[in-house]
Protein backbone atom coordinates (compact mmCIF):
# COMPACT_ATOMS: atom_id res chain seq x y z
CA UNK A 1 0.00 0.00 0.00
CA UNK A 2 2.58 2.25 1.13
CA UNK A 3 5.66 1.32 -0.08
CA UNK A 4 4.59 1.64 -4.22
CA UNK A 5 4.10 5.45 -2.76
CA UNK A 6 6.99 6.72 -1.73
CA UNK A 7 9.13 7.18 -4.70
CA UNK A 8 6.78 9.14 -6.65
CA UNK A 9 5.44 11.14 -3.74
CA UNK A 10 9.50 11.88 -3.58
CA UNK A 11 9.32 13.17 -6.96
CA UNK A 12 6.26 15.28 -6.73
CA UNK A 13 7.83 19.08 -7.21
CA UNK A 14 11.35 18.28 -7.80
CA UNK A 15 13.00 21.05 -9.17
CA UNK A 16 16.42 20.90 -10.70
CA UNK A 17 18.91 23.09 -8.92
CA UNK A 18 21.06 25.97 -10.97
CA UNK A 19 24.34 25.32 -12.12
CA UNK A 20 26.36 27.50 -10.23
CA UNK A 21 30.04 27.09 -9.09
CA UNK A 22 30.03 25.49 -5.61
CA UNK A 23 32.41 23.86 -3.66
CA UNK A 24 30.12 20.62 -3.81
CA UNK A 25 30.73 20.22 -7.31
CA UNK A 26 34.56 21.19 -7.76
CA UNK A 27 35.61 17.34 -7.41
CA UNK A 28 37.35 15.57 -10.95
CA UNK A 29 34.98 13.26 -10.64
CA UNK A 30 32.22 14.84 -11.22
CA UNK A 31 31.31 15.07 -14.81
CA UNK A 32 32.57 17.94 -16.33
CA UNK A 33 30.16 17.38 -19.39
CA UNK A 34 26.96 17.66 -17.23
CA UNK A 35 27.50 20.46 -15.43
CA UNK A 36 27.83 22.32 -18.77
CA UNK A 37 24.69 20.86 -19.59
CA UNK A 38 23.23 22.58 -16.47
CA UNK A 39 25.09 25.79 -17.45
CA UNK A 40 23.65 26.04 -20.99
CA UNK A 41 20.20 25.33 -19.11
CA UNK A 42 19.58 22.27 -21.36
CA UNK A 43 16.71 20.20 -19.44
CA UNK A 44 17.35 16.97 -18.43
CA UNK A 45 15.26 13.97 -17.93
CA UNK A 46 13.82 13.93 -13.98
CA UNK A 47 15.66 12.07 -11.51
CA UNK A 48 13.91 9.08 -10.14
CA UNK A 49 12.43 9.20 -6.58
CA UNK A 50 14.43 6.39 -5.69
CA UNK A 51 17.33 8.61 -5.99
CA UNK A 52 16.43 11.53 -4.21
CA UNK A 53 15.36 9.50 -1.66
CA UNK A 54 19.22 7.96 -1.23
CA UNK A 55 19.98 11.76 -1.01
CA UNK A 56 17.55 13.09 1.47
CA UNK A 57 18.52 9.98 3.62
CA UNK A 58 22.40 11.10 3.46
CA UNK A 59 21.15 14.37 5.21
CA UNK A 60 19.33 12.61 8.15
CA UNK A 61 22.52 10.52 8.52
CA UNK A 62 24.29 14.08 8.65
CA UNK A 63 22.36 15.67 11.30
CA UNK A 64 22.02 12.36 13.31
CA UNK A 65 25.83 12.12 13.57
CA UNK A 66 26.51 16.18 14.57
CA UNK A 67 24.13 15.51 17.47
CA UNK A 68 26.46 12.73 18.30
CA UNK A 69 29.69 14.65 18.39
CA UNK A 70 27.84 17.30 20.22
CA UNK A 71 27.75 14.50 22.88
CA UNK A 72 31.51 14.25 22.87
CA UNK A 73 33.91 16.28 24.51
CA UNK A 74 34.81 18.28 21.42
CA UNK A 75 33.55 21.52 21.07
CA UNK A 76 31.04 21.63 17.98
CA UNK A 77 30.63 25.22 16.61
CA UNK A 78 29.91 27.63 13.59
CA UNK A 79 27.44 24.79 11.96
CA UNK A 80 26.57 26.00 8.38
CA UNK A 81 29.05 28.93 8.57
CA UNK A 82 28.95 30.25 4.77
CA UNK A 83 32.71 30.93 3.27
CA UNK A 84 33.96 32.08 0.27
CA UNK A 85 36.39 29.30 -1.23
CA UNK A 86 37.72 31.85 -3.85
CA UNK A 87 36.61 33.57 -7.01
CA UNK A 88 35.90 32.96 -10.76
CA UNK A 89 33.64 33.99 -13.66
CA UNK A 90 29.89 33.35 -13.73
CA UNK A 91 27.44 34.01 -16.67
CA UNK A 92 30.51 37.27 -18.03
CA UNK A 93 30.86 38.42 -14.39
CA UNK A 94 33.25 37.83 -11.02
CA UNK A 95 31.29 35.32 -8.76
CA UNK A 96 32.36 34.37 -5.57
CA UNK A 97 32.13 30.64 -5.01
CA UNK A 98 30.17 30.30 -1.55
CA UNK A 99 29.74 26.98 0.17
CA UNK A 100 28.07 26.37 3.97
CA UNK A 101 30.19 24.06 6.33
CA UNK A 102 29.50 21.43 8.17
CA UNK A 103 30.71 22.90 11.25
CA UNK A 104 33.91 23.70 13.09
CA UNK A 105 35.67 21.10 16.06
CA UNK A 106 37.41 22.34 18.78
CA UNK A 107 39.91 19.79 20.75
CA UNK A 108 41.07 19.66 24.59
CA UNK A 109 44.03 21.47 23.74
CA UNK A 110 41.97 24.39 21.85
CA UNK A 111 42.84 23.47 18.33
CA UNK A 112 40.12 24.08 15.65
CA UNK A 113 39.68 21.78 12.76
CA UNK A 114 37.02 22.27 9.88
CA UNK A 115 34.49 19.42 9.65
CA UNK A 116 32.90 17.89 6.98
CA UNK A 117 30.25 15.07 7.00
CA UNK A 118 29.55 12.28 4.19
CA UNK A 119 27.87 9.45 4.44
CA UNK A 120 27.76 6.58 1.55
CA UNK A 121 26.15 3.04 1.19
CA UNK A 122 28.09 -0.11 2.19
CA UNK A 123 30.65 -1.05 -0.83
CA UNK A 124 31.27 2.63 -1.85
CA UNK A 125 32.71 2.97 1.98
CA UNK A 126 34.54 -0.11 1.42
CA UNK A 127 36.43 1.40 -0.97
CA UNK A 128 37.56 4.17 1.15
CA UNK A 129 38.25 1.72 3.67
CA UNK A 130 40.72 -0.75 1.62
CA UNK A 131 42.48 2.79 0.67
CA UNK A 132 40.48 4.23 -2.25
CA UNK A 133 40.50 8.16 -1.51
CA UNK A 134 37.15 9.91 -2.16
CA UNK A 135 38.86 12.88 -4.01
CA UNK A 136 35.84 15.15 -4.66
CA UNK A 137 35.31 14.95 -0.54
CA UNK A 138 38.71 15.58 -0.56
CA UNK A 139 38.83 18.75 -2.91
CA UNK A 140 35.97 20.18 -1.59
CA UNK A 141 37.70 20.24 2.44
CA UNK A 142 40.62 21.90 0.34
CA UNK A 143 37.95 24.60 -0.96
CA UNK A 144 36.50 25.24 2.37
CA UNK A 145 40.15 25.35 4.37
CA UNK A 146 40.45 28.06 1.83
CA UNK A 147 37.25 29.51 2.92
CA UNK A 148 37.72 29.26 6.33
CA UNK A 149 41.04 30.70 6.91
CA UNK A 150 39.77 33.78 5.51
CA UNK A 151 38.01 34.37 8.89
CA UNK A 152 40.57 31.92 10.97
CA UNK A 153 43.93 31.85 9.24
CA UNK A 154 44.85 29.16 11.99
CA UNK A 155 42.69 26.28 10.56
CA UNK A 156 44.56 24.38 8.12
CA UNK A 157 43.10 20.44 8.75
CA UNK A 158 39.94 19.39 8.07
CA UNK A 159 38.46 15.79 9.98
CA UNK A 160 36.05 13.80 6.89
CA UNK A 161 34.12 12.18 8.68
CA UNK A 162 32.26 9.35 5.88
CA UNK A 163 29.15 6.93 8.30
CA UNK A 164 28.50 3.48 5.99
CA UNK A 165 25.00 3.97 6.11
CA UNK A 166 24.40 0.71 6.04
CA UNK A 167 26.33 -0.70 8.88
CA UNK A 168 27.01 2.86 11.15
CA UNK A 169 30.63 2.14 11.07
CA UNK A 170 32.73 5.48 10.47
CA UNK A 171 35.79 6.17 8.61
CA UNK A 172 37.98 9.58 9.50
CA UNK A 173 40.33 11.07 7.13
CA UNK A 174 42.49 13.82 9.20
CA UNK A 175 43.71 16.24 6.15
CA UNK A 176 45.71 19.14 6.35
CA UNK A 177 45.97 21.51 3.47
CA UNK A 178 48.47 23.35 2.53
CA UNK A 179 46.30 26.93 0.29
CA UNK A 180 50.02 28.57 -0.91
CA UNK A 181 51.37 25.25 -1.93
CA UNK A 182 47.67 24.20 -2.92
CA UNK A 183 48.81 20.64 -1.12
CA UNK A 184 46.47 18.21 0.81
CA UNK A 185 48.14 15.55 3.16
CA UNK A 186 46.51 12.64 4.35
CA UNK A 187 48.03 12.48 7.73
CA UNK A 188 45.71 10.15 9.60
CA UNK A 189 43.24 7.57 8.89
CA UNK A 190 40.67 6.33 11.18
CA UNK A 191 38.31 3.38 11.94
CA UNK A 192 35.61 3.29 14.05
CA UNK A 193 37.10 -0.45 14.85
CA UNK A 194 40.09 1.02 16.15
CA UNK A 195 42.51 1.09 13.08
CA UNK A 196 44.49 3.59 12.79
CA UNK A 197 46.97 4.24 9.91
CA UNK A 198 49.16 7.22 8.89
CA UNK A 199 49.42 6.97 5.26
CA UNK A 200 50.83 10.97 5.27
CA UNK A 201 49.73 10.65 1.21
CA UNK A 202 49.82 14.05 -0.74
CA UNK A 203 47.71 15.63 -3.52
CA UNK A 204 48.72 18.27 -5.20
CA UNK A 205 46.60 20.63 -7.49
CA UNK A 206 43.23 19.80 -6.53
CA UNK A 207 42.57 23.71 -5.88
CA UNK A 208 43.65 24.57 -9.26
CA UNK A 209 41.98 21.77 -11.19
CA UNK A 210 38.52 22.72 -9.38
CA UNK A 211 39.05 26.26 -10.71
CA UNK A 212 40.25 25.48 -13.87
CA UNK A 213 36.65 23.36 -14.55
CA UNK A 214 35.00 26.02 -13.54
CA UNK A 215 36.70 28.27 -16.43
CA UNK A 216 36.15 25.60 -19.05
CA UNK A 217 32.65 25.24 -17.75
CA UNK A 218 32.38 29.12 -17.99
CA UNK A 219 34.02 28.70 -21.84
CA UNK A 220 31.37 26.37 -22.72
CA UNK A 221 28.15 28.41 -21.64
CA UNK A 222 29.75 31.04 -23.58
CA UNK A 223 29.89 29.67 -26.79
CA UNK A 224 26.69 27.19 -26.10
CA UNK A 225 29.50 23.99 -26.50
CA UNK A 226 29.83 20.82 -24.68
CA UNK A 227 33.04 19.22 -23.31
CA UNK A 228 33.91 16.13 -24.80
CA UNK A 229 32.44 12.75 -22.77
CA UNK A 230 34.88 12.03 -19.61
CA UNK A 231 33.94 8.05 -19.21
CA UNK A 232 34.51 5.46 -22.45
CA UNK A 233 30.56 4.98 -22.61
CA UNK A 234 27.29 4.98 -20.79
CA UNK A 235 28.09 2.05 -19.01
CA UNK A 236 30.23 3.66 -16.57
CA UNK A 237 28.59 4.14 -13.34
CA UNK A 238 28.69 7.70 -13.41
CA UNK A 239 26.22 7.67 -16.01
CA UNK A 240 23.59 5.74 -14.54
CA UNK A 241 22.00 8.47 -12.42
CA UNK A 242 22.87 11.28 -14.91
CA UNK A 243 19.48 13.25 -16.22
CA UNK A 244 21.47 13.69 -19.63
CA UNK A 245 22.07 10.24 -20.11
CA UNK A 246 20.28 9.63 -23.06
CA UNK A 247 20.54 13.05 -24.99
CA UNK A 248 24.63 12.89 -23.87
CA UNK A 249 25.17 9.31 -26.06
CA UNK A 250 23.10 9.62 -28.36
CA UNK A 251 24.28 9.17 -31.85
CA UNK A 252 27.59 9.44 -30.37
CA UNK A 253 30.30 8.04 -32.49
CA UNK A 254 34.10 7.60 -31.84
CA UNK A 255 36.54 9.97 -33.77
CA UNK A 256 40.15 8.66 -34.21
CA UNK A 257 42.73 10.76 -32.47
CA UNK A 258 45.49 12.03 -34.43
CA UNK A 259 48.24 15.31 -34.19
CA UNK A 260 50.34 16.42 -31.00
CA UNK A 261 50.12 19.15 -28.52
CA UNK A 262 52.24 20.37 -26.16
CA UNK A 263 51.75 18.95 -22.57
CA UNK A 264 50.18 21.64 -20.27
CA UNK A 265 52.52 22.64 -17.09
CA UNK A 266 49.69 22.34 -14.32
CA UNK A 267 48.81 18.35 -15.68
CA UNK A 268 52.68 17.06 -14.27
CA UNK A 269 51.50 16.65 -10.96
CA UNK A 270 49.05 14.14 -12.38
CA UNK A 271 51.64 12.86 -14.72
CA UNK A 272 53.62 12.30 -11.63
CA UNK A 273 50.98 10.57 -9.76
CA UNK A 274 50.24 7.87 -12.14
CA UNK A 275 53.66 7.06 -12.97
CA UNK A 276 54.51 7.05 -8.87
CA UNK A 277 50.96 4.51 -8.65
CA UNK A 278 52.36 2.29 -11.23
CA UNK A 279 55.81 1.95 -10.33
CA UNK A 280 53.92 0.87 -6.84
CA UNK A 281 52.00 -2.04 -9.18
CA UNK A 282 48.70 -0.51 -8.01
CA UNK A 283 46.83 -0.51 -11.38
CA UNK A 284 43.61 -1.88 -9.55
CA UNK A 285 43.84 0.92 -7.19
CA UNK A 286 41.14 2.93 -8.03
CA UNK A 287 43.20 6.14 -7.54
CA UNK A 288 44.88 4.89 -10.36
CA UNK A 289 41.72 4.37 -12.60
CA UNK A 290 40.35 7.92 -11.59
CA UNK A 291 43.93 9.41 -12.84
CA UNK A 292 44.54 7.02 -15.65
CA UNK A 293 40.89 8.61 -16.81
CA UNK A 294 41.87 12.12 -16.40
CA UNK A 295 45.22 11.88 -18.49
CA UNK A 296 43.16 10.09 -21.56
CA UNK A 297 40.60 12.70 -21.03
CA UNK A 298 43.58 15.31 -22.03
CA UNK A 299 44.01 14.26 -24.74
CA UNK A 300 40.45 12.84 -26.24
CA UNK A 301 38.54 15.94 -25.41
CA UNK A 302 41.50 17.56 -27.93
CA UNK A 303 40.59 14.42 -29.81
CA UNK A 304 45.20 14.63 -30.06
CA UNK A 305 46.94 11.58 -29.59
CA UNK A 306 50.33 12.44 -28.05
CA UNK A 307 51.09 15.35 -25.85
CA UNK A 308 54.82 15.78 -24.88
CA UNK A 309 56.50 18.60 -22.66
CA UNK A 310 58.07 19.80 -19.43
CA UNK A 311 60.25 15.81 -20.00
CA UNK A 312 56.73 13.51 -20.37
CA UNK A 313 55.02 12.20 -23.15
CA UNK A 314 51.56 11.53 -23.02
CA UNK A 315 49.88 8.80 -25.46
CA UNK A 316 47.22 6.88 -26.60
CA UNK A 317 47.99 4.13 -28.50
CA UNK A 318 45.00 2.60 -30.61
CA UNK A 319 44.94 -0.66 -32.22
CA UNK A 320 42.23 -3.33 -32.97
CA UNK A 321 41.53 -6.93 -31.96
CA UNK A 322 38.99 -9.57 -33.17
CA UNK A 323 36.68 -10.88 -30.40
CA UNK A 324 33.72 -13.30 -30.35
CA UNK A 325 30.18 -11.10 -29.61
CA UNK A 326 28.80 -12.82 -27.31
CA UNK A 327 25.13 -12.37 -28.01
CA UNK A 328 25.33 -13.85 -31.59
CA UNK A 329 26.44 -17.20 -29.99
CA UNK A 330 25.76 -20.44 -30.24
CA UNK A 331 28.69 -22.29 -31.87
CA UNK A 332 27.60 -22.87 -35.59
CA UNK A 333 27.72 -18.93 -35.97
CA UNK A 334 31.26 -18.64 -33.73
CA UNK A 335 33.11 -17.54 -37.18
CA UNK A 336 30.41 -14.92 -38.15
CA UNK A 337 30.11 -13.46 -34.42
CA UNK A 338 33.98 -12.08 -34.99
CA UNK A 339 34.39 -8.05 -34.55
CA UNK A 340 36.72 -5.82 -34.87
CA UNK A 341 37.06 -3.02 -32.70
CA UNK A 342 39.45 -0.51 -31.27
CA UNK A 343 42.30 -0.82 -28.39
CA UNK A 344 43.39 1.82 -26.62
CA UNK A 345 46.73 1.42 -24.48
CA UNK A 346 47.60 4.83 -22.16
CA UNK A 347 51.42 5.36 -22.38
CA UNK A 348 52.89 7.77 -19.85
CA UNK A 349 56.51 8.04 -19.48
CA UNK A 350 59.98 10.54 -18.89
CA UNK A 351 61.29 11.29 -22.13
CA UNK A 352 64.62 10.58 -21.29
CA UNK A 353 64.07 7.14 -19.89
CA UNK A 354 62.23 5.88 -23.08
CA UNK A 355 64.93 7.19 -25.14
CA UNK A 356 67.65 5.69 -22.66
CA UNK A 357 65.72 2.40 -23.40
CA UNK A 358 65.67 2.65 -26.53
CA UNK A 359 69.15 3.31 -26.84
CA UNK A 360 70.02 0.24 -24.71
CA UNK A 361 67.68 -1.95 -27.02
CA UNK A 362 69.94 -1.26 -30.06
CA UNK A 363 73.12 -1.82 -28.46
CA UNK A 364 71.47 -5.58 -27.40
CA UNK A 365 70.70 -5.80 -30.77
CA UNK A 366 74.11 -4.76 -32.04
CA UNK A 367 75.68 -7.23 -29.76
CA UNK A 368 73.85 -9.72 -30.62
CA UNK A 369 74.34 -9.72 -34.40
Known amino acids: MLAELIHP ?3 MGYEEWPYRPRPSNAGPEICIRKLSYQANEIAGKDPHGRFLVVLDDGTWHEELVLNWIEKTVFQLHSRQLRVTCGTTTWNGRSYDINGAIDGIVTDLLGVDRLLEIKGHEHFTFTRFSNGDYPINHFTQCA ?4 GVQRINPEINECLLLIKNKNQSAFLEFRLRY ?3 ADRLTVVETIHSNGEHTFPNQEFIGLYKQAMTKFDQIETHREFGTLPARPFENDDSYHCHYCPYRAQCWEGFVRQPLTGMAELRTELIPTIEEYLKLEAELKPKN ?8 LLKLELTSQHIQRAQGQGYVLAINESTEERLDQS ?3 ADLVERSKTTRKKEELEVYRFHQKAQKRKQSKQTESLAS
Do not use: N
Not at 143 to 146: A, I
Open 9 to 11: IAA
Open 143 to 146: MYVT
Open 178 to 180: DTD
Open 286 to 293: KRFKEVKQ
Open 328 to 330: LLP
